[in-house]
């Protein structure tokens, strides 16, 4: 055997030892799971079976339809472009999703996961390690691109009667392009931490990634709000047609796979398996390319992060704002013990600083900004529906929604203290033994968690609700009733999740996205939502009853701020005082 | 001279882990001015001890006092005398060298005048003025270890514990680090420092515990723990490696050779 295929099999030998490694761990974890987790993972692994069998028979059922020829001819469009452009859309996205995605799955694998000092430190071939975490990080990716678009490519091919090696070909060209697109994504990892430390770039990927998913989530309340109609025109369907069609030229690379399995299902074997095989062969090259500059990169990528000394150096603050927070300093001492202080201000530190946690603060934010727009944009006029609705009902659903930017405000700080509140102490993770280690009183620690999630939630409800109540006009009493309901209301529901959360706090955590406050703080958040329109209710209820008997509204609002303040202080309060005792025994499992 | 009233006291400590004992009767009394090696092989319970007696586990029973404070009856103010070094140092990763000393002080509330120039001075001890304002995900683990030891001293504690305190550091750090322990056990506080480099306890400490599978084995001062082995010349290794059953694996490697 010469050396060159020595060293190939030697390569290939050492890629499944590592494969398998990774088989036998997800096999361990499952052996060692509890009996309710195997259930689940079986049951899901079964449910998964079924959908792609639904989603397999809706396509062959589907795309038969769209084949038959009374539907061009009722629709009076020309539908037989738009099937061919199928494989080359489903092509095409899977590529650049798989791209996308791969990035940070890559970027973990390759650079950050905890395995890489024994793996280079053990005779294995870095082109193996290479190929193996690349394999290990593209499946899910491969995994859930397939789950969609193979029952459709499998559907279309039994619905036009296509040729049985148009299947395994299609198999082929998604682990091909698959491949080829994860190596370029590779090559794309290892050229950004060549610059960048591959902590910061997992952290601002992060960052990104959470936030732009968001705004997609949403993007779909945005249109509808904006769009007068909900329903889609046929200018509209015949555009998004006419754009997928588009997509399908000839000369760009990516169609050449999805045209050649056309053109090898409908028969023409000569122009479909040159395309195919021109697909094939750019694939494999670009694929191999990745390998080769990975063999020359990835050592020099990974050492370097090794003696990155990823310095931050803490820029001094501006002598405007060190005057503010000099300010805030000297009020802050008269009021809090230096424990409670000193516990806001690291914890007001570390959440500007860790963009893990950051991404998950800006979204109320961008929530509260999207809602408000809707909200604002219907003018605050309650839905007519179909008319039936007596007029004290619609009366009283005015008067409510004059409460609407209450509503919003508290929305917002709801969603910001389900970050801050709940996981408020499970945030300490694994540096919890320094504060136990400390003299620090447990009603000090709660204080300190308290203000951490209030101060912040607190500000960005008053915050919408300025806002919205200037663009709404509303009168000064209302808005200053506004003010105080949403600073009460936050406090019992910050005083419910922070009570829950701590008596459930869970400190074993790697990543901080992860990271939950157990059974325990998941009752929280439901105890929470419940008490959110009990307390608002308390608030708005004596008005109503008021205006509903005619009488003077200054006793609506003396009886709401009573029954209001009342419930609100003490779920601020109560469940804080029965966890106290319970702070002392956290971090003991 | 030791004082007369030790400043870490266990008596009768044991701490159970559902059926499995972890710690099993444990008496200790540590007093100011000395050093105290407590030594174990891996699982024996020196972890375990050392974590009830800064509080951070809860006895299933026995009582745990420091400098004079039961550790359960008065948790604050046990705490507020003792600093504690942990085997990982686990710190704030996002906060910078000088914030968490700064966040240190406000924990044990010191006086905010003096708060600058004490972190100042660690900072300068401990070789890490240079890097005061970046954070600690940048430290090296020595770097981190430093910066541990810097945060357990900030308040100057009566009473220092250590759970392995030279691991991961270069000869250098390692040897400061000795050098400040002798420092603050001369001025009259207690260290308990717990490792496996039995040359440091050999070398550092004026008396040795030993620890196996969760019992206290031996306690004294070398010539004391010589006495135990009945030969003049013994090393602390074949003292720890005779208590703690290591001497057949010791013969067997001898054999191998």
């Known amino acids: 055997m010469n050396a060159p295929s020595q060293a190939s099999t030697q390569m290939f030998s050492a890629v499944w030892k590592l494969l398998r490694l990774r088989w036998q761990i997800n096999l361990n974890s499952f052996k060692h799971a509890k009996k309710s987790r195997k259930f689940w993972t079986i049951l899901g692994l079964v449910g998964l079976l079924v959908f792609v069998g639904f989603i397999f028979w809706l396509s062959f059922w589907l795309l038969g339809f769209l084949r038959s020829p009374e539907l061009t001819k009722y629709v009076g469009l020309d539908i037989l472009p738009f099937l061919q452009a199928i494989p080359t859309l489903i092509f095409t996205l899977m590529f650049f999703g798989v791209f996308l995605t791969s990035f940070g799955v890559l970027l973990q694998a390759l650079y950050l996961s905890n395995d890489m000092d024994f793996l280079l430190a053990a005779p294995v071939p870095i082109r193996a390690v290479f190929i193996s975490k690349l394999l290990q990080a593209v499946l899910p990716s491969f995994g859930i691109a397939a789950i969609f678009a193979l029952p459709i490519l499998f559907g279309l091919g039994v619905s036009g009667g296509y040729s049985l090696l148009y299947y395994p070909l299609v198999i082929l060209m998604m682990v091909t392009l698959t491949l080829a697109s994860a190596g370029l994504s590779a090559l794309l990892v290892m050229t950004v931490v060549r610059i960048f430390p591959a902590r910061r770039v997992a952290e601002v990927l992060g960052f990104v990634g959470a936030i732009t998913s968001m705004i997609c989530s949403q993007s779909g309340n945005l249109s509808r709000s904006w769009s007068d109609s909900g329903e889609p025109s046929s200018a509209q369907l015949n555009g998004l047609t006419n754009l997928v069609t588009q997509l399908n030229v000839p000369w760009m690379p990516l169609n050449w796979a999805g045209r050649g399995l056309l053109e090898l299902g409908e028969g023409r074997w000569l122009s479909g398996f040159l395309l195919l095989s021109l697909t094939f062969g750019l694939a494999v090259a670009a694929f191999w390319f990745a390998l080769v500059t990975a063999e020359r990169w990835y050592y020099s990528g990974w050492a370097g992060i090794q003696v990155v000394t990823n310095k931050k150096k803490t820029s001094p603050l501006p002598s405007s704002v060190t005057n503010k927070v000099s300010l805030i300093a000297t009020v802050s001492e008269r009021f809090l013990p230096a424990p409670v202080r000193g516990l806001v201000k690291r914890d007001f530190l570390i959440l500007t600083r860790d963009l893990r946690q950051a991404s998950q603060l800006v979204t109320p934010l961008i929530f509260g900004l999207l809602y408000s727009f809707i909200f604002l944009r219907n003018g605050s006029e309650p839905p007519a529906g179909r008319g039936e609705a007596p007029d004290w009902f619609m009366e009283s659903f005015r008067a409510l929604l004059v409460y609407g930017n209450v509503g919003m405000s508290l929305f917002v700080g709801w969603m910001l203290l389900g970050h801050l509140s709940g996981t408020g102490i499970t945030r300490e993770g694994k540096n919890y033994w320094l504060l136990k280690a400390s003299p620090l009183r447990p009603a000090h620690l709660l204080a300190a968690k308290f203000l951490v999630a209030y101060i912040p939630a607190l500000a960005l409800g008053w915050f919408f609700l300025v806002g919205i109540s200037i663009m709404q006009g509303i009168s000064l009493i209302s808005f200053f009733y506004g003010l105080l309901m949403v600073a009460m209301c936050l406090a019992g529901m910050n005083g419910i999740l922070l009570g829950l959360g701590s008596a459930g706090a869970n400190f074993a955590w790697e990543d901080s996205r992860k990271m939950n406050s157990g059974k325990m703080g998941c009752l929280g958040s439901i105890l929470a939502v419940l008490f959110l329109p009990l307390s608002f209710g308390l608030f708005v209820g004596p008005l109503w009853i008021v205006s509903v008997f005619q009488l003077p509204i200054i006793y609506g609002y003396l009886a709401g701020l009573i029954l209001g303040i009342s419930i609100s202080i003490i779920c601020a309060w109560l469940p804080l005082k029965m966890v106290e005792g319970r702070i002392a025994k956290l971090g003991e499992a | ?257």
């Open chain 2, 1 to 257: 001279m030791p004082e007369t009233s030790p400043l870490i006291e266990t008596v009768d400590l044991v701490k159970k882990y559902g059926d499995k004992l972890a710690v099993d009767n444990v008496s200790i009394e540590v007093y100011g001015g000395e050093i105290f090696g407590f030594l174990g092989p891996n699982g024996a319970g020196k972890t375990t001890t050392i974590k009830m007696i800064v509080g951070l586990l809860q006895p299933s029973s026995g009582m745990v006092k420091v400098a004079g404070y039961d550790v359960q009856a008065q948790p604050l103010l046990a705490k507020a005398s003792s600093g504690y070094v942990p085997d990982t140092p686990n710190l704030y990763a996002k906060l910078t060298g000088r914030e968490l000393l700064g966040f240190v002080a406000d924990l044990y509330d010191l006086d905010r005048k003096q708060v600058v120039r004490r972190i100042d001075e660690l900072l300068r001890m401990f070789d890490l003025t240079e890097a005061d304002d970046d954070t600690i995900d940048s430290y090296s683990h020595g770097m981190q270890q430093k910066a541990s030891l810097a945060a357990a001293l900030m308040h100057d504690p009566k009473v220092l514990v250590l759970d392995e305190p030279t691991v991961g550091l270069d000869p250098k750090s390692a040897r400061l680090i000795k050098d400040i322990l002798r420092q603050i056990a001369d001025r009259g506080a207690a260290i308990m420092l717990s490792t496996h480099i039995l040359e440091i306890a050999e070398r550092m400490c004026d008396r040795i515990g030993i620890i196996n599978k969760g019992q206290l084995v031996a306690v004294g001062t070398m010539e004391e723990l010589r006495k135990l082995d009945q030969t003049s010349e013994a090393s602390l290794e074949d003292i720890f490696l005779g208590l703690t059953g290591g001497a057949e694996m010791a013969e067997i490697a001898e054999i191998l050779k």
